[in-house]
């Protein structure tokens, strides 16, 4: 029986049952029903006054997991509050709460739910409804979701390991095996109630797990129908919580993190995950990512996994990215182009052009002598190597992950997750009005809009996304704006002759470094306040699409916001990378932005040194950001909500109001845990090349998350509904994206952001050639050749200097044109084009090598395993031959006289009635 057949199947018995019942919840004053519907509607309602009129009183067993009968266990936690303990101005609101609440709860128990209600212990107006599954249900529902399930133990022998020698050392960093015990494997197939028999049960009561209990009871209540208003159906506790029929609805933890339980035959795998997960003492440890699966779902588990994997593929390029700036730091006073900027008699002696108009004054070269050191230790010929590794890192974590998810698809019965038909979700599901012939199965099926209504739906998605982009664009070019103001500002003053107070600061602070720090800052700032704004934005649209299975609205959430995040976080560097000082003109004719302000100029060295200023600072803050937002808030919250309901202690409150006192997650949780990490990924990637310590920095941050974001799921949140997913979703494809553009970044940083292409071409053109009489192996004299030579009588008076020294008549500007005097003076000299024709060969070579090697890497390395295969191939075969064997069985019976009768014939001559009396 397909999916579809048994939502339909679901769908005509829930109609059916409710047939009568269609005024039930929307009874009210002002409307008169006809008698016939009375009958149905009394009896429904006195089913759903009966469980709330026998109400269980706490048993004073506050790690119970069951009903007060011992026996049924709580599968989900109802939370509402009796109206009728308050005086109300509303009532009327709150009445149809109640029938919406009445019926819905009616509706469960006609689909086979139990339900047990509890007053709370600390405040008499809270209840909760404890929900039960009988054994039935599951079955009934397992089949419906196809989960895998046990039929019979793994046979296959499993490889050893190659480091299994290591294993009395290794075995410390690995959670204790005392504790987390390792679970037989078993080949799974897909439930089928009516063939119960071929699944492995040992015992009922643990055969589904509690992360499957809660998952299908999760499914039920997400459509279990709460009011009918004509021919549409209103259902799903999604929108009773929305409407503030219940206040909470969550599965339960099994017991205390930081105690086990003391009822008996608890597993107390929230204890377990805390003590060898999330306590800080395991940070050395690896993750448990079984147990992980088995308490929070396979989606959880993918997770933790894929975040785990990328920090230890992180540990191996922050090892060679320390190298690098090792390196760096090391050679910074021993580079000949940092001494010459420093030397009193190069650098002291050349005077260079104001960088803005009129305010800003000659300044010396060796000015800068702190920020060429500082750029030195980041732009050498080591960034090269290193940027070129990460291009190959990059292919090799996500070819390496790719194997590494396969075998965990197969290990948590995922590999067929997405063949099999997901469930639409329940938002989807109502709005149903319009039939189409599904072009797949020829039947006919209910869909939500037209097929012109969905193009509408899509165009105004894309066009909402779209005004938002150029919303953040124009943020940048107001950013830029300021950035230009603040450079005029901060020349004006910093280089001020009468302001000694700024004397010691003048070696250090460059109008340069001041700008850059403060346009970091409120770029920022903006960066979190547009978040925040489109955040809202996005949900919205993507409800307003109506995408019709959970999956789709979270790959069609995710693309909206990775786009707009990546523009965001992202555009102000790549302008600092490949648009600044890029278009600046010379001394005498500057290039105006907007007419007004004068285009930013780099330092003499370049513009890398600044965008690893705006690196470190969004990074950073970021980071910071975030741990505020995802740890201290919740935290903060739960206590300020155990302070307000003080009542007895921990041990004195039952489990499920314990849970109740914990912050719900977010609908979205994962889903900014999965947009940190994959932000934090394009920084490491897309500029490494002017910024090696990313990698050791994404590196300390993530071995903080793992632990942090473990510590807030198990301590400070309820636990989160089960939920299935074969791997990390639409963020692989936008990993692979950003993989390949990163190669292109780099390799356009190391040739139009760092300076190392024209060092190499100084390097091959004067330095292995004579020089003169002589050959140059030390680079001497490179700055003087980057340098130009401008007149300063041919300032325009716009342009012109407030104030000029006496002694000055030529002053210098990063650039390579002709000196005055010359024919063609001011034009770009040949020596240019060398370098221009440089860069781009540069691009073309790295580019193509690295995309090679990526390529070779991808083919060789295949995304599933050999030893993977083979069982994924072994449990198929033993699916087809052990659930399929009731059919064989019953085929070759009903063969079997045929056989005989046909033998009959062959033997003697039969008449047609003697065979037929045979058959």
Aim: glycine share 4%; proline share 5%.
């Amino acid at each position: 029986m397909s999916n579809n057949d048994i939502h339909e199947m679901d769908s005509m018995s829930d109609t059916e049952e409710m047939e009568g019942d269609a005024v039930l919840g929307m009874i009210d004053e002002e409307v008169v029903y006809p008698e016939e519907f009375l009958p149905t509607y009394h009896s429904i309602k006195e089913g759903a006054a009966v469980t709330k009129a026998v109400l269980a009183e706490f048993n004073d067993k506050p790690d119970s997991l069951f009903f007060n009968d011992g026996v049924r266990r709580i599968d989900f936690i109802l939370v509402y509050e009796d109206e009728d303990k308050k005086d109300f101005e509303k009532r009327h609101t709150f009445q149809r709460r109640k029938r919406r609440r009445e019926y819905f709860e009616a509706s469960l128990m006609k689909m086979g739910m139990e339900l047990e209600a509890t007053k709370s212990v600390i405040d008499e107006k809270l209840l909760f409804v404890k929900v039960h599954m009988p054994w039935d249900v599951l079955c009934t529902y397992a089949e419906v979701l196809h989960i895998k399930l046990p039929i019979q133990p793994n046979d296959l022998s499993s490889h050893p390991s190659p480091w299994s020698f290591l294993s009395c050392i290794t075995k410390h960093f690995y959670p204790n095996e005392d504790l987390i015990t390792k679970e037989a494997e078993f080949f799974t197939a897909p439930f089928e109630k009516d063939r119960l028999e071929y699944f492995y049960v040992r015992d009922k009561d643990v055969f589904f797990n509690a992360s499957m209990r809660s998952r299908m009871a999760y499914y039920i209540l997400s459509r279990a129908p709460y009011e009918i208003r004509g021919n549409i159906k209103k259902f799903g506790i999604t929108k009773l919580l929305d409407g503030g029929v219940y206040k909470a609805a969550y599965p339960l933890h099994d017991c205390r993190f930081n105690a086990k339980s003391e009822e008996e035959g608890c597993p107390n795998e929230r204890f377990l995950l805390y003590e060898e997960w999330a306590h800080p003492k395991s940070f050395y440890k690896m993750q448990p990512l079984n147990l992980i699966r088995k308490y929070y779902g396979e989606k959880i588990g993918i997770y933790f996994a894929w975040l785990g994997f990328y920090t230890m593929m992180l540990a191996l390029a922050a090892v060679v990215g320390l190298g690098c700036f090792i390196y760096g730091y090391r050679t910074q006073d021993t580079s000949t182009w940092s001494m010459e900027v420093c030397d009193p008699d190069i650098g002291g002696n050349i005077v260079m052009c104001p960088q803005c108009d009129r305010e800003c004054k000659y300044w010396r070269l060796n000015s800068t002598c702190e920020a060429s050191k500082k750029l030195c230790i980041f732009d050498n010929f080591g960034t090269l190597v290193f940027a070129v590794f990460m291009s190959i890192w990059v292919t090799l974590f996500l070819e390496f992950w790719k194997r590494y998810q396969a075998e965990l698809e197969y290990m948590w019965d995922t590999v067929e997750f997405l063949e099999q038909e997901e469930p639409p979700r329940p938002e989807y599901e109502a709005k149903c009005i319009y039939e189409r012939k599904n072009p797949i199965t020829g039947v006919k099926e209910s869909v939500p809009y037209t097929a012109c209504g969905r193009c509408v739906r899509v165009s105004i998605g894309i066009g909402t996304v779209l005004f938002w982009i150029l919303l953040i664009l124009a943020s940048i070019v107001a950013i830029i704006v300021y950035r230009l103001a603040a450079f005029f500002a901060f020349s004006a003053k910093l280089r001020a002759q009468d302001l000694k107070e700024l004397e010691p600061l003048k070696e250090y602070v460059t109008p340069q470094m001041a700008t850059s720090v403060t346009a970091s800052l409120i770029s920022f700032v903006v960066i979190m306040i547009l978040n925040i704004l489109y955040e809202r934005v996005a949900i919205w649209i993507t409800d307003f699409e109506l995408p019709r299975t959970k999956t789709d609205y979270e790959n069609s959430l995710t693309l909206k916001m990775f786009l707009f995040q990546f523009v965001n976080y992202y555009s102000s560097c790549f302008y600092i990378a490949f648009a600044k000082g890029k278009a600046v003109g010379y001394p005498g004719n500057p290039v105006y932005l907007l007419g007004k302000y004068r285009n930013e100029e780099c330092d003499p060295g370049g513009c890398l040194i600044e965008l690893t200023t705006q690196l470190s600072i969004i990074m950073g803050g970021k980071a910071i950001w975030n741990n505020i937002q995802e740890v201290l808030l919740p935290w903060v919250k739960n206590l300020i909500f155990r302070y307000c309901t003080r009542g007895p202690s921990e041990k004195a409150i039952p489990r499920w109001e314990q849970d109740y006192r914990l912050q719900p997650l977010s609908k979205l949780g994962l889903f900014y845990e999965y947009l940190e990490m994959v932000i934090q990924f394009g920084f490491v990637t897309l500029f490494v090349a002017s910024f090696p310590l990313a990698p050791i920095l994404a590196l300390v941050n993530n071995l903080f998350e793992i632990r942090v974001d473990a510590w807030k799921i198990t301590t400070q949140f309820r636990r989160i509904v089960p939920e299935k997913a074969q791997d990390i979703g639409a963020w692989q494809p936008i990993l692979q994206g950003v993989a390949i553009l990163a190669v292109a970044t780099n390799a356009m940083i190391i040739a139009f952001t760092s300076d190392m292409i024209p060092r190499l071409v100084y390097y091959w053109s004067f330095s292995v050639y004579p020089y003169g009489d002589h050959y140059n192996n030390t680079m001497q004299g490179y700055i003087n050749s980057s340098l130009s030579i401008f007149n300063i009588n041919d300032f325009s008076n716009h342009s012109k200097p407030l104030k000029t020294p006496y002694n000055i008549t030529t002053c210098r500007y990063r650039d390579f044109r002709y000196a005055p005097g010359h024919p063609r003076q001011y034009e770009y000299t040949i020596y240019y084009w060398h370098v221009i024709a440089a860069k781009m060969a540069f691009i073309i070579v790295v580019e193509h090598i690295v995309y090679l090697t990526k390529f070779i890497l991808s083919y060789v390395i295949p995304d599933v395993p050999y030893a993977v295969k083979e069982q994924i191939k072994r449990e198929k075969y033993l699916t087809q031959v052990v659930l399929h064997e009731t059919n064989l069985k019953l085929v070759t019976k009903r063969l079997k006289p045929v056989d005989d009768g046909i033998a009959k014939c062959s033997k003697v001559n039969l008449t047609w009635e003697e065979m037929e009396l045979d058959f």
